[in-house]
């Protein structure tokens, strides 16, 4: 654990704070780049599976999900990569750092949570992250992501999505 910074799992009283977070990542780098910022598309959405925060001196600084995968080109191509079947696959989403906590481990922390409960579900995580987010591909390689390639998501009344599609690191004992 970080010093000073605990991983927990979310309660609904992490909501406003998520969301306030969500809104200013938003701002700063277009994270999340689509979709309405609120609890029942953002924090709770029916493929929603487990969610964490980072918190430091009473404040979320951080929050990540475990989210199913469904079934488009998007899960066929990362399962192909992993060489899964999709129902082997799980979704980690959600990341998010505020600006005040990023480049303190945070981030690194939040995903290894959601790595090591992917893992113990007997799933392997897959994220997918839109192609200009920089700072998020780099996380995400320093930690051992491999890029299956690469979709265009197209998203009801919204410009399509350039997104990377990333395999997470395999168990540590195979």
């Known amino acids: 654990m970080l010093s000073g910074v605990e991983i927990r799992d979310r309660q609904r009283a992490d909501f406003q704070p998520v969301l306030v977070m969500a809104r200013a ?14 609890v029942d598309h953002f924090l709770t959405p029916p493929e929603g599976l487990a969610a964490w925060v980072a ?26 990569h992993a060489g ?3 129902q082997d696959l799980v979704l980690v989403a959600r990341l ?9 481990g945070v ?22 992250v839109a192609t200009h987010l920089e700072a998020a ?7 051992g992501w491999d890029r299956a390639g690469a979709v265009t998501i197209p998203i ?14 395999a168990p540590a004992d195979g």
């Open 25 to 38: 990542t938003k701002a700063l780098d277009d994270y999340p780049p689509r979709g309405p910022l609120d």
């Open 55 to 80: 918190e430091a001196d009473d404040t979320v600084v951080g929050h990540v999900a475990l989210h199913r995968v469904g079934t488009d080109d998007a899960t066929q191509l990362a399962a192909a």
């Open 84 to 86: 899964k079947t999709p």
């Open 96 to 104: 998010l750092v505020s600006p005040t906590a990023r480049r303190t």
């Open 107 to 128: 981030g690194r922390a939040l995903l290894g949570t959601a790595v090591q409960s992917a893992h113990e579900r007997g799933r392997q995580p897959i994220l997918g």
């Open 137 to 143: 591909i780099s996380l995400y390689q320093s930690c």
């Open 156 to 169: 009801d009344d919204e410009p399509d999505l350039a997104v990377y599609l990333y395999v997470g690191p």
